[in-house]
């Protein structure tokens, strides 16, 4: 089946400590970004990449790293956390060959709290 | 930069009434334009996409035209139904100059009463 998967799913996380969230997609999509989304602001774009070894920086990418080593994985690290990364973040992956109008397939989410 | 905005919610409908959503955008290229839907606890799915000016995107009963002079892309259905309840993004990429960038609005919600 066709899926875009992110671990874990929830988290509970104290500020400062160091984490990854991990993004795998069996499409073969050139395509990946990380997005998060809380209320009253929508789905905004922390990074995203274009193929393996490119990344570039979304509108809030202050806090967040990145790697793409690998076509399937888009790691998100969050070197030292603070509370206003308390977040749903998505995972999303699309194909380069649709031309105009990539479509992205989106992973069900990770739920970040961090106290 | 691009940015889209949404008409605020939540928008509360009784069955089989007609959904307006209202969704501008300002771009400086020639963007593609999106409709996500999110269903409680998951996450979003394509809805429908048009790619140029004067397209109309259509899935599932929605649509919505890109309408270049008013820089819209308003999302309508005739009929809604109890399972059309759902988060709706409005989004748009510019693949011309720049295919990994996306923006989305903020989102509406919409609950459909039976």
């Known amino acids: 089946e066709a899926q875009v998967t992110q671990n874990p799913r929830y988290l509970i996380t104290v500020t400062g400590k160091k984490l990854t969230v991990t993004c795998s997609q069996n499409?073969?999509?050139?395509?990946m970004s990380w997005y998060r989304q809380d209320p009253g602001l929508g789905l905004r774009q922390i990074y995203y990449s274009m193929n393996v070894e490119v990344t570039d920086k979304g509108d809030v990418p202050e806090g967040y790293k990145v790697s793409r080593k690998e076509k399937r994985n888009f790691p998100l690290i969050l070197e030292s956390p603070s509370p206003n990364q308390t977040s749903l973040y998505f995972c999303?992956?699309?194909?380069?060959?649709?031309?105009?109008?990539?479509?992205?397939?989106f992973g069900a989410g990770t739920r970040l709290s961090v106290l | 930069g691009n940015s889209v905005t949404q008409m605020e919610g939540p928008v509360t409908l009784s069955e089989e009434a007609f959904l307006t959503i209202n969704c501008t955008y300002t771009?400086?290229?020639?963007?593609?334009l999106f409709w996500y839907v999110q269903y409680p606890g998951e996450g979003l799915q394509l809805l429908l996409k048009?790619?140029?000016?004067?397209d109309k995107g259509s899935n599932k009963g929605f649509e919505a035209t890109y309408r270049k002079e008013t820089t819209s892309f308003h999302l309508e259905k005739g009929s809604v139904q109890v399972s059309d309840s759902a988060v709706y993004f409005c989004a748009l990429s510019d693949s011309r100059t720049n295919a990994g960038k996306s923006t989305f609005g903020d989102g509406t919600t919409l609950t459909v009463k039976p």
């Open positions: 048009a790619t140029k000016a004067d």
């Open positions: 999303a992956s699309s194909p380069a060959s649709q031309g105009w109008g990539n479509i992205q397939y």
């Open positions: 771009a400086t290229g020639y963007p593609s």
């Open positions: 499409m073969n999509h050139e395509y």
